[in-house]
């Protein structure tokens, strides 16, 4: 750090009873001063104030007046209804018998750490984000000795990541320049122009070196090196082509993964950087845990519809501790304690593997269950749902005594209605209200294998209160049915995600949950490629259609290597260079099967400027093509585009910007059911 000079060195020179250089004195100060000491040194600089004055290289005169044009509405009443729902739990990142690290959110988190019974703030991101308009924290991690953060922000939403370094005790922040500072990422126009090339992945290896990701101009990640915090050596270790990277650390190991949507090959990461390959590639074949405690590696295997747990020395011979054959039911998260297994499936059902395997829980099927910490003899299994905050009860290692869990009293209703096995949906709405022919949004998804956890959702209140039904679709292409339901929702099977969603809306008519006149189907991403694949093939299956940010253009996008995503994609929608691929992707390819003489219902399109998964141009072209049929041509049904300049892929970087976004699209919603605000 830039404040730990040799003035202070000379001033504390007493201290150095160890007679040690100034190096040592400097990169380790918080053995000859005290947190009091250090924070007294008042160190301010802030390499984060230099970006204020940055002006976002994607405006220019053509595109603020496209914006212009379609810039969102704001409501504040609907927002400030919002906000009355949002809660702001802990978020403990690590902690111990002595100490914890743990952020807390207003509207931006603040990090705290605290050591016996000594809190000390570390880093606040509500001061640190004034003045700008988007300040996207990607991660906050603490090296091992508890002296340093690194911190990476995102100030426009383009993924382009700054990393930053900050000790625990002083204000210092100081920005590491670990980038290609030669290297110029392409413009959004292009399909943005920043120098800055770091991807959102880092962590720390040691006290003093962390690994790092960076994305070529296309913004895909292709290299990863090793930084040093102190003598600043960057050493590449690793390049990769169309896939993703990650690093984790074991117990005693880091391991480099390298992957696609759905399979891994795994590396171990040795003392001097160098790599040696663990285990190779195997299609559709992923190992989200790998793990060494007493000389022994934990390794889960995730092969098509096998979920194997399994041990080995060697990476030659191995043996199975638990084989899951069920193809619908998959491994969520496995954690291991004192020579034993903990792991959850997807039905909710929680195991403990030892001699035998045991059952610690199994929970209703609304909520989505995770492991918290877990240590002296004690580990934590926390669940939500979309109208509940997070709850931890805490199980006994020992005792296997579990503390209760006692549903909270809501003026809410939350269910799950299985349409069969491998479809359903869930279901809200307000006590007291009839659920008979309601006003109703249904919101779908279905793509890699995501398990549909969207956390706490503080906005579908104020729409229960409305008198509205809020449902999520539950379909193939999504995790929540094992591997067997996402093989059947990806690739050359990607239609029946379509047509899980379609099934579901005639279920809701047919029950009579609500009308063709009275619905609102909505998706985001890959959810907005789902939308517009229902619409064009049941133009008017609905009142209101929503596409947020939409993946629209799948070939377009596919066959550009340069196109974000663009080849990383293939191993989930499909190859467009494979002739079956191609012709499978022509037959619901979005913009090519628009029909002029549909009956498409009222259509909301919401994007983001600095968006760099699903850049602006997509939903744009989406939005031209659709202005060409009839029904918008004659006014018969409304056709919206919402251009937002402060933001990319997320709809904010804040609480309440997020919350402010969701206010906008809610309002949208209301002016079509003629809702007073």
């Known amino acids: 750090m830039k404040c730990f000079t040799r003035k202070v060195f000379a001033k504390y020179k ?43 290289l994607n405006y220019n005169s053509s595109i603020l007046k496209l914006i212009q044009l379609h810039e969102p509405r704001q409501h504040p009443r609907i927002l400030s209804n919002i906000m009355k729902h949002v809660k702001h739990p802990k978020n403990v990142l690590f902690k111990t018998d002595t100490e ?27 001061k640190l984000s004034k003045g700008f308009d988007h300040f996207e924290i990607g991660q906050v991690a603490m090296n091992g000795s508890s002296q ?24 210092e922040i100081i920005e590491l320049r670990n980038y290609d500072p030669k290297k110029r990422m392409i413009s959004v126009h292009e399909t943005l122009n920043q120098t800055p090339n770091n991807s959102n992945f880092f962590i720390w290896l040691d006290d003093s070196n962390i690994v790092y990701s960076i994305n070529n101009s296309s913004y895909n990640t292709n290299k990863t090196y090793v930084y040093n915090i102190h ?37 171990l990461l040795s003392h001097d950087y160098t790599i040696n390959c663990l285990i190779k590639r195997k299609k559709d074949t992923c190992y989200p845990y790998v793990e060494h405690l007493d000389g022994i590696w934990y390794i889960r295997e995730q092969n098509k519809g096998n ?44 195991y403990r593997l030892g001699d035998k395997l045991e059952i610690i829980l199994h929970g209703d099927s609304i909520y989505y269950f995770r492991f918290g910490f877990i240590q002296c003899k004690t580990l934590e299994i926390i669940r939500h749902s979309y109208l509940s905050t997070p709850y931890i009860q805490y199980y006994n290692t020992e005792t296997k005594h579990m503390s209760p869990y006692k549903t909270p009293a809501s003026p809410y209703i939350e269910k799950d209605v299985f349409i069969h096995p491998m479809l359903y949906f869930t279901l809200m709405y307000k006590k007291g209200h009839s659920i008979k ?28 209160d409305k008198g509205f039904i809020v449902v999520f679709a539950h379909i193939r292409g999504g995790g929540e049915f094992g591997f067997k339901g996402y093989d059947e929702g990806r690739l050359l099977n990607k239609k029946n995600t379509f047509y899980d969603f379609i099934d579901i809306i005639k279920y809701l008519y047919k029950h009579k949950y609500t009308t063709k006149d009275l619905l609102t189907i909505w998706g985001r991403s890959a959810g907005g490629l789902l939308i517009a694949s229902v619409l064009n093939i049941e133009p008017d299956i609905c009142h209101l259609a929503i ?52 009956k498409y219902p009222n259509i909301f399109i919401y994007t983001n400027l600095n968006d760099t998964l699903v850049p602006y141009k997509e939903p744009l072209l989406y939005y031209e093509a659709l202005k ?15 251009f937002d300049k402060l933001h990319g892929h997320t709809q904010g970087s804040s609480v309440e910007s997020i919350q402010e976004s969701f206010s906008q699209i809610i309002g949208v919603i209301y002016k079509h059911y003629k809702i007073e605000l």
């Open 148 to 171: 340093y953060i690194i911190f990476n922000v995102d100030f426009i939403g383009n993924r382009v990541f700054h990393l930053f370094l900050k000790h625990i005790y002083c204000d």
């Open 547 to 598: 596409l947020g940010v939409p993946f629209v253009t799948p070939i377009l996008t596919m066959t550009h290597m340069h196109n974000p995503l663009g080849f990383e994609s293939h191993s989930e929608f499909g190859n467009p260079f494979i002739k079956s691929h191609l012709k499978y992707l022509e037959s619901y390819d979005p913009l090519s099967h628009i029909a002029s003489d549909g």
């Open 307 to 350: 979920d194997i747990i399994k041990t080995t020395q060697n990476f030659k011979t191995f043996k199975i501790l638990y084989e899951n054959n069920d193809p619908c039911v998959q491994i969520v998260q496995m954690e291991t304690y004192l020579n034993h297994v903990y792991f959850i499936l997807s039905d909710n059902s929680i």
């Open 14 to 56: 007493s201290h150095n009873l160890t007679q040690k250089h100034f190096s040592d004195f400097k990169n380790d100060i918080t053995k000859y001063l005290s947190p009091t000491q250090i924070a007294n040194l008042k160190c301010t600089k802030n390499d984060i104030i230099k970006y204020k004055k940055k002006r976002n």
């Open 231 to 267: 003598s600043h050596d960057n050493k590449l270790i690793y390049k990769n082509k169309n896939t993703f990277i990650e690093v984790k650390n074991t117990n005693d190991y880091s391991v480099l993964y390298d992957s696609d949507y759905n399979s891994d090959e795994i590396y």
């Open 100 to 126: 914890e690290f743990y952020s807390i959110t207003t509207n931006y988190p603040t990090y705290y750490y605290k050591r016996n019974d000594t809190i000390y703030t570390v880093l606040d991101i509500n």
């Open 437 to 464: 022919h309601s006003k109703c949004i249904l919101y779908g998804y279905g793509s890699y294998g995501d398990t549909f956890d969207r956390g706490y959702l503080p906005f579908i209140f104020e729409l229960l």
């Open 628 to 642: 060409k049929v009839n029904v918008f041509k004659e006014n018969k049904r409304t056709l919206t585009l919402h």
